[in-house]
């Protein structure tokens, strides 16, 4: 049964791994090749849009999209259990965040590896980039996993976002002072518990950043469970 | 008629909203910053410091209007087009006794009235009220001026008047509001930026007209003349002055528009009669705005490419130096030469910077830096205090480095107009130190020259040439309010160690012309600087403004030159006759729309056979090089991108391989086919 889940869910979502990697792919590779600004900025831009972006689009279709065609009772209605289609779901979509990232990457390597950044500066940026899309996209599966329609389950990814960076503006208004030099421990601490929170760590404090993963890994588990336990709702009442 | 008054009417009644959103945005929003304002003063500084509230609405009514007006017209556009076209509404109004060409006839011009009113009206109240408070104010100037609104208000109109036609044709052919909406956005997009990526279609371009082409200064008046003066502004506005931006590019762009919103009317009127219908997925969407922006951002990464290689690009961090350095000038022969440094984290001209010097030498792709020669403190020049930053240094006496020392006072004028103008500082101190190189440590003082001449009133801004066997310094000499004289002191280098001033040469104010754009020809006399020939007064002259921020440059044969606006590059002969040059202009290269829009030319030129060098401030920071070989047809020939810097220093060596300075020393390949 996992064979056809995968392949039922690489056919509706292809057409969105194809298109970030060729509009990303493609944007790193033409600002790398001709140098029309740092490569730093290329990247960062890539990176910038690509992450939230593509968290967006695929968080849009598993559940949204099955509810807006009419197709999740018969979904629900396969002998297999809902977490199970949850979670192809979850990784096809993670499949399709990350992609794009990859080729980003890939291209970055391949055209400016080394060049006027190191590759373990580019694996770190698009180490956290990949974290931010995974994040979001959990974020937005499960907080929109009863939207009616993928229009309804994009505007829960975007208002996520605009909350996460309006509060992470305050969070660093409000700590900076504090986390940079103080070197307070409980402080930078409380600092990681904003999924933005790893863009301020100081450098070489490696315990900030696993408390970082480790934070939001659990984060990420819980609301996982939370939308499996959600998402089989069928107009008000459970499946 | 009474049918079209009816049709108007309803759709007046569909819009009004709209119009109601607009006006809120951008009338009264904005008039929020306005604040009591004394209309008189003794000081015409004080009212135009009163008057700010006047600049912030016009700040922000001249923003919302560009940004929020293209919005605006999609909103409006994609409703009028999308409304009553789906199902049984549609074909209830198909069925009634009105003409489709009149019913949509009526929306369209509802729809376009509606958004023009919302725009323009607040452009125009913001007008009237520049035009009262400009003389009162002491500033004017950018889009948000009076002169500068009345130069895009109707541009804008037409543009909107595009966009709008556009947005209703999507709306009609598409009948979904948020599909529709999508697509007009991107359409928008389109219209605004890609006359500046693709220049042949640069009529279309209205970002010319946010320009700011009339900065026309306004001279503070006294209240009781500035009723008069808005009478005479409005009187002397013409015909065009009123409604088409005095510019035969506004001529241009308007009929551009007119005839595409005019084709859009078209197409919309058919495909809505014919029921053409476009089914967009979400799918379609997305490509198309992928599509379109990969297609974009090619566009516009294929004229700003890089294409130069560096064959060295390091820091710099002389030995013992406990950080890096930022090389702020270079003095090169050869693949040898003296930096000039500053603290990397400190930006000169601004603060106070420590300089120091270290020479150096490339040998392959290694940097060999010697030790670090401290110069001394330098003050922002506006603050007054000491200045030890400039030094000249030649290959036939490598050993020798010669700095000037100045300690200088600001001193302020007031002009006729009240205006004040300074002329830099006024020189209490001014020396010329002799360090060797070839010391243990090296810097050590062989000898100090002192330079201050005897009648007081020399200024700073003095910029120091090393030619030959010669320093020349030059700087202004002001006594009182007025500028009596250029003067250039004449030091020669026989004995390297006991430099000895030989001549002071002092030449008229305009005979020394602190042109920024020559035009089409120009002569000027030659400074009398002994002992040279016509061409090598020349040379001097056009090095010592080669400091000052004039980037012109000299080959002995071909003269090439960077405009004012540092948005061109031109080609000049140059020949002599007696004791005069004359320059005439053979050919310009103007930059394309989308390279003025990212950045401009700096302060540093050079021209080494076929080619001319300029610094560029753009996304990324570096050097352009145009090939010169056809003068009078100058083109882009080569881009090298360094990075993110600001005020960066060139030097092109006779190999021509480019030295070019900032956060990193880069040694650039010479251009291929060079």
């Known amino acids: ?239 | 008629m009474k049918r079209v008054c009816m049709l108007l009417w309803r759709e007046w009644r569909e819009n009004r909203w709209f119009l109601y959103a607009g006006l809120l945005l951008l009338l009264i929003i904005p008039a929020v910053g306005l604040r009591p304002v004394p209309l008189s003063s003794p000081d015409p500084y004080a009212a135009s410091n009163h008057m700010v509230g006047v600049r912030q609405i016009a700040d922000i009514t001249c923003a919302f209007a560009v940004i929020l007006g293209g919005l605006l017209a999609v909103v409006v556009g994609v409703a009028a087009g999308c409304r009553d076209m789906r199902g049984r509404v549609s074909d209830f109004w198909r069925s009634r006794p009105v003409t489709l060409g009149s019913w949509l006839s009526a929306r369209y011009l509802a729809g376009l009235a509606t958004v023009l009113v919302a725009t323009s009206v607040p452009l125009l109240a913001v007008w009237v009220l520049l035009l009262v408070a400009e003389p009162i104010m002491n500033y004017s100037g950018g889009y948000a001026c009076a002169n500068g609104i009345l130069a895009y208000v109707v541009p804008h109109a037409a543009l909107l008047a595009l966009i709008y036609s556009l947005a209703m044709l999507l709306g009609v052919l598409v009948r979904r509001p948020s599909h529709a909406a999508i697509l007009a956005i991107a359409a928008a997009l389109m219209v605004y930026f890609l006359p500046i990526l693709v220049p042949p279609l640069g009529t279309l371009n209205f970002w010319n007209f946010i320009e700011n082409p009339r900065d026309t200064p306004v001279a503070v008046l006294p209240v009781r003349e500035t009723a008069k003066a808005v009478l005479d502004r409005f009187r002397g506005l013409t015909f065009r002055g009123w409604f088409l931006g005095a510019s035969d590019d506004g001529l241009a762009f308007m009929a551009a528009a007119a005839g595409l919103s005019a084709a859009t009317l078209a197409a919309m009127v058919l495909s809505a009669r014919r029921q053409w219908r476009v089914r967009m997925n979400q799918k379609l969407i997305v490509w198309s705005l992928g599509g379109v922006t990969l297609l974009l951002f090619a566009t516009m990464a294929f004229q700003l490419r890089s294409n130069l290689d560096a064959q060295l690009r390091t820091p710099v961090q002389p030995p013992g130096a406990e950080a890096r350095r930022r090389v702020v000038d270079i003095h090169a022969s050869a693949s040898r030469g003296v930096l000039v440094l500053c603290d990397n984290e400190v930006m000169p001209f601004q603060n106070t910077v420590f300089y120091t010097a270290a020479a150096f030498e490339i040998s392959g792709d290694q940097l060999k830096l010697g030790p670090e020669i401290p110069l001394g403190e330098e003050e922002p020049w506006y603050q007054g205090g000491r200045a030890a930053g400039t030094v000249a240094w030649s290959a036939r006496r490598p050993d020798r480095l010669y700095q000037l020392l100045r300690r200088y006072e600001k001193v302020e004028h007031i002009d006729a107009n009240g205006r004040k103008w300074s002329a830099g500082g006024k020189c209490l101190e001014m020396s010329l130190r002799t360090l060797a190189l070839d010391s243990n440590p090296p810097g050590r003082v062989v000898h100090t020259l002192d330079l201050m001449p005897h009648d007081d009133g020399f200024h700073c801004f003095t910029p120091l040439v090393l030619m030959g066997d010669r320093l020349y310094v030059r700087g202004p000499l002001i006594k009182g309010d007025h500028l009596r004289s250029v003067r250039c002191l004449v030091i020669d280098l026989a004995d390297a160690n006991r430099p000895q001033r030989i001549a002071t040469v002092d030449m008229a104010p305009d005979a020394w012309p602190d042109w920024y754009d020559l035009g089409p020809s120009l002569t000027i006399p030659l400074p009398e600087l002994p002992d040279l020939s016509p061409q090598e007064r020349f040379a001097v002259m056009i090095a010592l403004r080669g400091k000052t921020d004039h980037p012109d440059a000299w080959d002995g044969n071909l003269m090439a030159s960077i405009s004012g606006d540092r948005a061109s590059v031109a080609t000049h002969r140059v020949t002599f006759e007696g004791n005069a040059v004359h320059i005439a202009l053979l050919g310009e290269r103007r930059s394309t729309p989308l390279e003025s829009r990212v950045g401009r030319f700096g302060d540093c030129s050079a021209i080494r056979g076929r080619y001319f060098y300029a610094t560029t401030h753009s996304l990324s920071t570096g050097v352009t090089v145009f090939d010169v070989s056809d003068p009078t047809r100058p083109r882009r020939a080569a881009f090298y991108a360094a990075g993110p810097d600001w005020s960066m220093p060139m030097v092109v060596l006779d190999d021509g391989r480019i030295l070019l300075g900032g956060n990193e020393l880069h040694v650039i390949k010479p251009v291929p086919g060079g």
């Open chain 1, 1 to 239: 049964m996992w064979r056809q889940l995968i392949w039922k869910e690489w056919r509706e979502q292809r057409w969105r791994l194809a298109f970030g990697c060729v509009l990303f792919g493609g944007f790193a590779l033409i600002g790398l090749s001709t140098r029309m600004m740092p490569d730093a900025d290329v990247i960062i831009l890539a990176l910038i849009f690509g992450a939230p972006l593509m968290a967006l689009l695929a968080s849009m279709a598993p559940l949204a999209g099955e509810r807006e065609e009419g197709t999740l009772p018969m979904l629900l209605a396969l002998p297999v259990a809902p977490w199970k289609i949850l979670l192809v779901k979850t990784l096809m979509a993670a499949a399709v965040c990350l992609a794009p990232l990859a080729a980003v990457l890939l291209v970055a390597l391949v055209v400016a590896g080394n060049r006027e950044g190191t590759t373990s500066e580019l694996l770190l940026g698009h180490g956290l980039a990949a974290a931010f899309a995974l994040m979001l996209l959990v974020w937005s599966l499960a907080l929109g996993a009863r939207m009616a329609t993928e229009a309804r389950a994009a505007l829960v990814a975007i208002a996520i976002v605009a909350l996460w960076a309006i509060s992470f503006y305050v969070h660093v208004l409000v700590l900076y002072p504090f986390l940079r030099d103080s070197g307070n421990r409980a402080l930078l601490a409380l600092g990681m518990v904003h999924p933005l929170g790893v863009f301020y760590i100081p450098a070489e404090t490696l315990w900030a950043f696993a408390l970082w993963i480790a934070v939001h890994a659990t984060v990420m588990t819980a609301l996982w469970f939370w939308a499996a336990r959600r998402w089989t709702r069928l107009g008000g009442r459970a499946a």
